[in-house]
């Protein structure tokens, strides 16, 4: 049943409101509102603006809503960061929605258990705690680390786009060993782990912000903090029986949609081909189209990307051969700095003084070139 707040959204009635009272609660949000006592006695506390209690600190001032910590919009309806008050600790939590995603909690339990954890090749987000919602439609939300998009901040050098290509490949290959198909494998559900690059953390909503959101967020480097990348998102995944064969499943489009297998909803597909093709064209979108000096790698690539599913290679292939490309790369390539395609003279003139700086105190204090954590 909707909530009476809600009746509203969509209508003349509502769009009016937006213009007389900018930066309202979403319906999104007003979910997380109404919770808000329920995750406090679980031990989690919510921003300002998720709180039952709150008044926006830009009424009756001049100010504009958007230059407040409590005027942003969170932009995803199932999940909200909080802080964990026991010790401070961020953290991102997400409803399960069982019609939405039927196994995801199963799986998300499962990859986080404490002997699949211990093998340094598992690259799922830890599940910390499952909080029980008594008598509601969307029965448990699951808490998880606060991470980042994998590529904010940039990188900075090859070294550290192959040190995030074997953690990527790796941690696909862990879960297709442990029979488990992402089928959403994409760029907005492969994170970064902040807790090495960020230490004091930062904003979760304006990620260039800090904590506080007084001021610009202080991060190292890659190369100067080697840091881990994580899978996250389940709500497609699938673990399968290996007794009974390889799989064939419905296709199910998340957010890469150009798979060539998913152009017929009516062909069941195996989804293990398809996290190939998923992770082959998150690289060749974020990186080789972008970027130069990715030659190395357009043959694997292009194998990952092949129209034919069953001519892609498989994931121990992937990391195979993969491994012989990294073993290729000398150290002078590893530290280079990448150049944008679309790169101005000028603009790259004093980029590479940057860099310049930068490697040589890299070099100074013996970082590796690849930063594996």
């Known amino acids: 049943m909707a909530e009476p707040e809600l009746q509203s959204l969509g209508t003349e009635e509502s769009l009016q409101a937006d213009l007389t009272n900018p930066g309202r609660r979403t319906r999104g949000e007003r979910w997380w509102v109404k919770r808000e006592k329920l995750l406090e006695a679980a031990g989690y506390r919510v ?14 001032t001049k100010k504009r809503h958007r230059s407040q910590e409590d005027g942003l919009t969170k932009y995803l309806r199932v999940a909200l960061d909080a802080t964990r008050i026991s010790d401070g600790k961020q953290v991102m939590m997400k409803q399960v ?12 339990t499962y990859l986080s258990s404490e002997a699949l954890m211990s093998d340094p090749r598992n690259h799922t987000v830890p599940l910390l705690e499952v909080i029980e919602l008594p008598n509601d439609e969307r029965d448990k939300i699951m808490v998880m680390p606060l991470l980042r998009p994998f590529n904010k901040p940039k990188f900075e050098t090859y070294g550290e786009v192959v040190a995030f290509m074997t953690q990527i490949f790796e941690g696909l290959q862990f879960m297709h060993q442990h029979n488990i198909a992402h089928r959403d494998c994409t760029k907005n559900n492969i994170m970064l782990d902040p807790s090495s690059m960020y230490p004091d953390s930062f904003h979760p909503v304006k990620l260039s ?18 840091s881990r990348y994580c899978f996250i998102d ?3 995944s699938r673990r399968y029986d290996p007794a009974a064969g390889p799989p064939l499943d419905e296709p199910l489009q998340g957010g890469d949609k150009t798979a060539p297998e998913h152009r017929d909803p009516t062909k069941r597909c195996n989804p293990f081909f398809t996290d190939i093709y998923y992770l082959g064209n998150l690289i060749r979108e974020s990186f080789i189209y972008k970027l130069l000096g990715f030659e190395f790698i357009y043959p694997l690539i292009a194998d990952m990307v092949q129209e034919d599913p069953e001519k892609r290679p498989t994931i121990d292939e992937v990391v195979a051969r993969f491994a012989e490309n990294r073993k290729s790369l000398t150290t002078r390539k590893l530290r280079s700095r990448m150049i944008p395609r679309n790169e101005i003279g000028l603009v790259g003139f004093f980029r590479e003084w940057g860099y310049l700086h930068r490697t040589a105190g890299y070099v100074l204090t013996k970082k590796s070139p690849i930063p594996d954590p």
Request: proline share 6%; aromatic share 18%.
């Open 47 to 60: 921003r300002p603006r998720f709180r039952q209690d709150w008044v926006a600190s830009w009424r009756g």
């Open 97 to 108: 929605i069982r019609e939405e995603g039927p196994y995801e909690l199963d799986i998300a």
């Open 209 to 226: 912000r800090n904590k506080s959101f007084k001021g610009k967020a202080k991060y190292y480097t890659r190369t100067q903090r080697p």
């Open 234 to 236: 389940f709500g497609l």
